[in-house]
């Protein structure tokens, strides 16, 4: 005995019904929820008029060999998403070690600052001045590394950090 066509169609269309009215109600302020999504995410985007930051990695240590920057990482996050990541070292000279910026693929890479497969997003000189500037543009996460000596700078001079940016809620 069962609903039938006709039964089945009647109950789609009550939840649909249902649906249409729970969809056009502003749930603000009600049930302590806040469930007005008409400026927020999911129909909009979560970051959506967020200021982002700008954040010298680093700090006043700025990008160089003997920094742990996993701490640093860890002390100074969480990074958001459209976050600017400045990276300051001194250009190549008689009295510094040259320095770099590269991405990792993968964590494991990272664990064992292996450069294969790294892509160098900024070159020994590109760190003076103002720094060398990087957006987390994307929900992925970002293992940053110092390249230079074949990847000694990671693997003994701590220069490497992970970072994996988050939604700014409104």
């Known amino acids: ?72 990482a860890i002390r100074n996050g969480p990074f958001y998403m459209n976050d600017k990541l400045v990276f300051k070292y001194d250009p190549p000279n008689d009295t510094t070690f040259p320095h770099s910026v590269y991405l990792l693929p993968n964590f494991w890479s990272f664990q064992n600052c292996d450069l294969r497969g ?19 543009k994307r929900w992925q996460p970002y293992y940053f590394v110092c390249g230079e000596r074949n990847g000694f700078h990671c693997k003994v001079g701590m220069m490497k950090f992970a970072v994996w940016p988050l939604f700014r809620r409104n």
């Open 1 to 72: 005995m069962g609903l039938g066509n006709a039964g089945a169609l009647l109950i789609l269309v009550a939840i649909s019904m249902f649906g249409i009215g729970l969809s056009n109600k502003n749930f603000s302020g009600d049930w302590n929820g806040n469930w007005n999504h008409t400026a927020g995410w999911p129909y909009g985007h979560p970051n959506a008029n967020q200021t982002s930051k700008t954040i010298i990695v680093g700090g006043s240590e700025n990008w160089r060999f003997g920094f742990n920057y996993t701490d640093w």
């Open 118 to 136: 790294a892509k160098n997003i900024a070159q020994v000189t590109q760190g003076g001045g103002e720094g060398f500037e990087f957006v987390l």
